[in-house]
């Protein structure tokens, strides 16, 4: 019979896991900005069948539900490393890539079943991230020049199975990001360099809902808002001709709603097929901005009065109306994006070999966000992106679980880079927007 200090004992442990893993999402960053690198085994297939497959307790990220056909007290920690080539040509020849070190994706999960209608769950992950790096004096260096996102979401979540047909699911968040934004000014604006570094907290929410038609057969349908972010930290402009300075500033943006529909089936006893389609409302993502709480930290430099004279006398307007307007330029920056909602879809299958081993595979395909393509980024430069993925799972017990994924995805959509978000000209191409990853992750049944 199971005491009450056994499972106590058995829920610090799992916890104490779940802890490491908020440790080490605390510095991991990724390239791309929606991560779905959530579960390792989820990503040998493609993530098709996300939430609903019952292999691992990911679930309770990508449907709470799913979390009803985990079987008493479940954990899994895991780890994705990932690596980028974003290899940019100009038209002048020039060529910069876009690579920053490889990151790590950490993620860990924690199920507990109550009882036989009743579950309770608990996921650390890293929702969203970036890295990406180019030189500081490359030639399209006013289209971005560095950025970094950090995000870690803790994410408790409950679950109830109505009956044997449909399940329940849902969960709270609280989301904490960092981030670093660096990037040209236009030389319209005396050039240079604007940065950015902030941090906030935030809540969202996710539901689940899981239907169970037949043994074999599963739909999911589950949905994760979206966070309005607007973090607080510090603005600095440098290396300008006008004026320079640093002081408080903050960042605002929004990240897109999003919505998995999953489904999986069992035609024979050793094989499973599973598919996704995923929605993301990246029509949120209008626009960046930042801005300093004080626009008077902006200071004149030497050459101010001089470059400030000659524009005026130009533009015929007084000087200290051109001096307002730029500083005040200096002091709120905005990186538009006018973005698209996207879709994912994907199809996987898991093969088992003997009760010990199972290998899969997956294929997706994920539509392009941008939908005005000279707003491109050099940040964010995303794209229509083909996924190949597959990976294994060994059972060596009945408690212990290892699962290894290896994916590749690459860009084959527009890859234009312009000078400017409004009215500019095509200066070069991304020849490549590549990544790939490599998954670990190991889960352990009390």
């Not at 089936?265 to 094989?271: E, G, H, N, S, V």
């Not at 000087?319 to 909602?341: E, M, R, T, Y």
């Not at 996987?348 to 393509?373: V, Y």
Request: charged residues 20%; contains cysteine.
């Amino acid at each position: 019979m199971t005491t009450k200090n056994s499972i106590f004992g058995k829920l610090t442990v799992a916890a104490a896991l779940c802890s490491s893993a908020i440790m080490c999402a605390s510095t991991a960053s990724a390239a791309g900005f929606q991560l779905t690198e959530q579960s390792v085994a989820g990503m040998g297939r493609a993530h098709a069948g996300a939430g609903i497959v019952g292999d691992d307790v990911s679930a309770i990220h990508f449907n709470p539900a799913g979390m009803t056909l985990l079987h008493g007290l479940q954990t899994t920690v895991a780890g994705t490393y990932v690596s980028l080539d974003i290899d940019y040509k100009g038209l002048d020849g020039e060529r910069e890539n876009g690579r920053d070190k490889p990151a790590t994706v950490p993620a860990a999960f924690l199920s507990y079943q109550v009882n036989d209608s009743l579950w309770l769950g608990l996921a650390v992950t890293s929702p969203y991230g970036m890295r990406i790096r180019y030189g500081s004096d490359w030639a399209a260096h006013e289209r971005g020049i560095s950025g970094s996102v950090t995000t870690v979401d803790i994410n408790p979540s409950i679950a109830w199975k109505v009956n044997d047909y449909v399940s329940l699911g849902g969960g709270v968040s609280a989301l904490w990001t960092h981030s670093k934004i660096k990037s040209g000014i236009p030389e319209g604006n005396g050039d240079g360099q604007f940065e950015y570094k902030g941090s906030d907290w935030m809540f969202t929410y996710n539901l689940g809902l899981m239907v169970t038609p037949t043994e074999d057969l599963r739909f999911g349908v589950s949905y994760r808002s979206s966070a309005h972010v607007t973090a607080r930290g510090d603005y600095y402009i440098r290396n300008n001709m006008v004026m320079n300075g640093e002081g408080d500033g903050k960042g605002r943006l929004q990240t897109p709603e999003t919505v998995y529909i999953s489904a999986t089936w069992k035609p024979i006893q050793k094989l499973r097929l599973s598919g996704l389609a995923r929605w993301a409302n990246w029509r949120k993502f209008e626009n960046m901005r930042f801005s300093m709480d004080d626009k008077n930290n902006l200071t004149q430099t030497s050459l101010a009065p001089t470059i400030l004279g000659y524009r005026a006398q130009q533009l015929g307007v007084p000087v200290q109306a051109l001096a307002g307007a730029l500083q005040n330029g200096l002091a709120n920056v905005s990186i538009q994006n006018d973005w698209k909602a996207a879709w994912l879809f994907s199809l996987g299958a898991d093969l088992d070999i003997t009760d010990q081993w199972t290998i899969r595979g997956g294929i997706a395909l994920e539509t392009d966000p941008i939908k005005k393509q000279y707003l491109r980024t050099a940040l964010i430069p995303d794209t229509k992106r083909l996924w190949l993925t597959c990976g294994f799972s060994w059972k060596p017990t009945p408690k212990w679980q290892i699962d290894m994924a290896y994916g590749h995805i690459r860009g084959i959509g527009h890859r234009d880079l312009y000078d400017a978000a409004e009215g500019g000209k095509k200066v070069g191409k991304f020849e490549k927007m590549n990544a790939w990853m490599a998954g670990a992750a190991v889960t352990y049944r009390f």
